[in-house]
């Protein structure tokens, strides 16, 4: 079954603490993974899309990395705006896509 | 910018009322999705559409059911409502072929009391 797992759960920063979040995959084929960021009450925001091992994408303060078995997404001196639930969810095959449970961060000021 | 619209925000319905979810793309996306998102269960797949008139179930179809007469928009149909689908529904959209990402709508929070 194919199954993705996201940690921590909750993070709790102080501003310019930088830390990294985790996506474990279990997948029987990876066709892509995506990372999205999701304000309270709101849809998700699309952030990254990575497609092999070794990928790197950047987007101001954060970095997403792949690996064959993971993902992570660092956070390099946060901002109290980085505060947000982030998503990780893998495509597998044709439409279908597996989402994890999230990372819930808080920065504090 | 691709943008997707749902109809309502919030929404309180009755047990066995019927709901009707609508979303909207201004995209031309061929591919649109809608999920329900719930605390620890992240989001769930409940119908997707590769086209017009075409649907396909995703994880959870059962009390559901969908329509899309054109291709901008995916209709989401709860024909009588029950408690366990108070959830946050969202709509996604997506353009064909590849992995392009998904593109999400606001979300509508449903409350079935």
């Known amino acids: 079954e194919d199954q993705v797992t996201q940690s921590p759960e909750a993070l709790r920063l102080q501003e310019g603490e930088s830390s990294s979040l985790n996506c474990s995959y279990t997948?029987?084929?990876?066709?892509?993974l995506f990372w999205y960021r999701q304000d309270p009450g709101k849809g998700p925001e699309f952030l990254f899309t990575l497609y092999s091992a070794g990928e790197e994408k950047e987007k101001e303060r954060l970095k997403a990395t792949l690996t064959k078995k993971e993902s992570f997404l660092h956070i390099t001196a946060p901002k109290p705006e980085d505060s947000a639930t982030y998503l990780c969810?893998?495509?597998?095959?044709?439409?279908?896509?597996?989402f994890g449970p999230g990372t819930r961060l808080s920065v504090l000021p | 910018d691709v943008k997707v619209t749902q109809s309502s925000r919030y929404l309180v319905k009755r047990t066995g009322e019927k709901v009707f979810l609508e979303c909207v793309q201004d995209m031309d996306h061929e591919n649109m999705f809608w999920y329900r998102q719930d605390p620890g269960l992240g989001l769930r797949l409940i119908y997707f559409?590769?086209?017009?008139?075409?649907?396909e179930k995703g994880d959870i179809p059962e009390g559901y059911s969908v329509s899309r007469e054109k291709k901008e928009r995916f209709s989401l149909i709860l024909e009588s409502t029950s408690t366990n689908q108070t959830s946050m529904y969202l709509c996604?959209?997506?353009?064909?072929?590849?992995?392009?990402?998904?593109?999400f709508g606001p979300g509508t929070r449903l409350t079935v009391t």
């Open positions: 996604a959209s997506k353009g064909m072929g590849g992995t392009y990402e998904q593109y």
């Open positions: 969810a893998v495509q597998v095959y044709g439409q279908n896509f597996v």
């Open positions: 559409s590769y086209d017009v008139k075409m649907k």
């Open positions: 997948v029987s084929g990876l066709r892509g």
